[in-house]
């Protein structure tokens, strides 16, 4: 079976710029995560969608925004691209979200901002 | 804010040698997961530990969870070379849907 897929693998953007993340949760998951790691840090949580809806966001500045598909993938979009936007963007999926569930990881996007 | 700390962050053991990483949460939670992550890669993960007492065992691996005490510990038995690695302790609220909180992650370095 196929895990949680993310696209593009790496990604190079300016200062300024904006750009997309994508992602398709493992088949059966209606809830997606995103997380932002920066080096040498733990994943910092920044949206979570189920069933196309928004049912959490972390402290993220508004540049960051998210959606949520009818067939379960998922886009993070980052306006404004700052230097400090650099950093391994992770897409997590799992089943539900009423009781906390374990979260499978994607191979995440890494991007980095110039 | 819920805070998630791990100690040590950095950990270098001679294969063979048994160590304990530990993991302080500072809020009521009985969910703790584990995570492994390789250089450049995603988190695989290892353990869910669901209530208090609860203890996996996996490998040379064994995860143990107190509740009361908001502690979670990751025991290495006999360390290998494979199980060089970052680790992570992550938290889930149930107010807060799936989200979880990770902790700050120990690196782990096993010399031969």
């Known amino acids: 079976d196929a895990g949680v897929t993310q696209s593009p693998t790496h990604l190079i953007k300016t200062r300024g710029q904006h750009v997309t993340l994508r992602c398709s949760p493992i088949?059966?998951?209606?809830?997606v995560s995103w997380y932002q790691q920066v080096l040498g840090q733990g994943p910092q949580f920044i949206f979570q969608?189920?069933?196309?809806?928004e049912r959490g966001r972390g402290n993220f500045p508004d540049r960051f925004s998210a959606r949520q598909f009818p067939n379960y993938s998922s886009e993070l979009n980052v306006n404004a691209l700052l230097l400090g936007d650099s950093a391994l963007y992770l897409c997590?999926?799992?089943w539900g979200t009423g009781a906390p569930r374990t979260q499978y990881f994607g191979p995440g996007t890494r991007l980095t901002v110039l | 804010e819920l805070k998630v700390e791990q100690n040590p962050l950095f950990l270098s053991m001679q294969e063979g040698k048994n160590y304990t990483i530990y993991c302080n949460y500072s809020t009521t939670s009985d969910r703790l997961y584990w995570y492994r992550q390789d250089p450049g890669k995603s988190l695989e993960s290892l353990f869910v530990?669901?209530?208090?007492?609860a203890v996996k065992q996996e490998g040379r691996l064994m995860a143990s969870l107190d509740t009361k005490a908001r502690l979670s510990t990751l025991h290495i038995t006999a360390a290998v070379h494979d199980l060089s690695a970052t680790y992570f302790c992550a938290v889930a609220l149930w107010n807060t849907g799936n989200q979880f909180y990770f902790g700050t992650g120990t690196s782990l370095t096993v010399i031969p």
């Open positions: 969608y189920y069933e196309k809806e």
């Open positions: 530990l669901l209530s208090n007492g």
């Open positions: 997590a999926s799992s």
């Open positions: 088949s059966g998951h209606k809830s």
